[in-house]
């Protein structure tokens, strides 16, 4: 027997091959099987990208998928969305990846769109209100899941646990604000993994399955490196002008135009401070989120802020829409001389894209500079310690959700710089409690699953006011 050697095609051809083997019409269906059926949060989504693209199209090897993943928790924003864009841009391009996250984006975008208007116009009539007080208990329940998950695969040694304790002392207690936490985090990873250090070595990761996995060379897209993925300064440029000018001329306008203290203007801003500075995942947002929609600006209430994201746990697409929520109220309830509803509406789709369109521009740009990153001990340090205060950040969201959904009188106390947020005992709502304690012995005990146990918890509490 002798061995027949392997043809290599060049790096053009390997891209003519990649594009005519992986036809973009059936990519198109395939992202948008991928959006609508995009539920339970980044690790469900990643999981789902990851069954469909390497198990059952092989399209793409099980070691650039990880890579992929693990450059897209190195960023602000939402990784799913992001890994979408990723993988859409290597097989078909920037078409390909505009293609993929905005497909990625879409059905939440629509249905969050529709329930605001919904809650807005019925969410004090008996039923839909009994609806949304059951999933404010399901949704303290979920992000006490989230630590718990996040935690197990975070906190690996004492130095995590450290930090993550740290880190929740230093929004909880000191009202340190989240972007300072997360480059601290990162700051602290960085040096401990370049000097050596054992504690602060490891990445992260979505628990994806061990078993057998897809090599690369197997895979439609193959090991080698198509020629749009190369790195370009030339593209880099363009690509960041036309993205820039898409995301920050509309705020520039806006500020301009109406200066601060308009909602769009402010919606504008935030949003896009928060697309620069929210690493961590959906659940680290929203604690930022909700620290200055909720407390600095008064968009909404506590309360609204978990009803939003029940919202975006039962429908399809990033947890992070519920932003989009949050700038829809925002506008509604300040809307100058327009329709509430219309300016509602805009204020909405103009959260949503500034938060998202910022996550196209970090993949095209920095994308074909992927390579430069892999086996990088420092920055893989950086994500492990990120990761672990982002533990602390969700128990701090976690403690945040419970006293307003559990209790009926918050007062907040402060003691020198500490700054204390303190439940009225008698105050407890005996009601949301039992509904908590199910939702809770649902996720952990039984292991249910988010959206039947949102869905269980609002018909319960639909049911209650109804008796009631």
């Known amino acids: 027997m002798t061995d027949v050697p392997t043809t290599r095609l060049p790096n053009t051809e390997l891209a003519r091959a990649h594009d005519h083997g ?32 390497v198990d059952e199209k092989r399209w793409i090897g099980e070691e650039r998928f990880l890579h992929a ?10 990784e799913a969305q992001q890994l979408a864009t990723y993988i859409g841009w290597l097989l078909h391009r920037t078409k390909g990846g505009l293609v993929a996250g905005g497909l990625f984006v879409l059905p939440g975008l629509l249905a969050i769109m529709a329930l605001s208007w919904v809650y807005v116009a019925f969410g004090n009539v008996g039923i839909v209100a009994g609806l949304f ?81 897809l090599a690369d060379a197997d895979s439609a897209l193959g090991e080698g490196v198509p020629e749009h993925a190369r790195p370009n300064l030339r593209w880099a440029l363009r690509i960041s002008a036309v993205f820039l ?39 680290a947002v929203l604690a930022y989120v909700a620290q200055q929609a909720v407390e600095h600006y008064g968009w909404l209430e506590p309360g609204e802020m978990l ?33 509430p509803y219309v300016a509602g509406t805009l204020g909405g789709l103009l959260t949503t894209w500034v ?23 420092a920055l893989s340090g950086a994500l492990s310690t990120i990761t672990a205060a982002v533990v602390g950040v969700i128990l701090n969201l976690a403690v945040w959700f419970g006293l307003h959904v559990l209790f009926r009188q918050v007062a907040e106390v402060r003691i020198g710089p500490l700054s ?49």
């Open 355 to 377: 938060t998202f369109l910022p996550c196209f521009l970090w993949i095209f740009l920095g994308a074909p500079f992927i390579e430069r990153l892999r086996g990088n001990r």
């Open 69 to 78: 993943l693990n450059y897209c928790m190195l960023l602000p924003g939402p």
């Open 133 to 213: 007080f059951g999933l404010k208990a399901a949704v303290l329940a979920i992000v006490l899941e989230a630590v718990n998950r996040i935690g197990r695969r975070a906190l690996r040694n004492r130095t995590m646990v450290a930090i993550a304790a740290a880190a929740f002392a230093a929004i909880f207690l000191l009202d340190v604000p989240f972007p300072a936490i997360i480059l601290a985090a990162g700051l602290i990873g960085y040096v401990g993994a370049r000097s050596g250090s054992a504690a602060f070595t490891g990445g992260g990761g979505h628990g994806l399955s061990k078993g057998a996995v």
């Open 245 to 283: 000018a898409l995301w920050l001329v509309p705020v520039a306008v806006l500020v301009l135009a109406f200066g601060t203290g308009n909602v769009f203007a402010d919606v504008a801003v935030f949003f896009s401070k928060m697309a620069v500075v929210t690493f961590g995942g959906a659940y």
């Open 307 to 339: 009803d939003g994201l029940g919202l975006a746990e039962t429908t399809p697409g990033p947890l992070i829409m519920v932003t989009q929520f949050v700038g829809f109220l925002a506008a509604f309830r300040d809307p100058g001389a327009m329709n």
């Open 420 to 468: 204390l947020d303190v439940p009225r005992l008698a105050s407890l709502d005996p009601v949301a409690s039992v509904q908590f304690v199910a939702a809770a012995i649902a996720l952990f005990r039984f292991n249910l699953g988010v959206v039947p146990t949102l869905l269980g918890a609002a018909g319960a509490g639909a049911l209650w006011h109804f008796v009631a």
């Open 22 to 53: 992986i036809a973009f019409g059936e990519a198109v269906r395939v992202w948008t099987k991928i959006a609508c059926l995009s539920f339970g949060g980044p690790a469900g989504q990643i999981a789902l990208m990851h069954r469909v693209l």
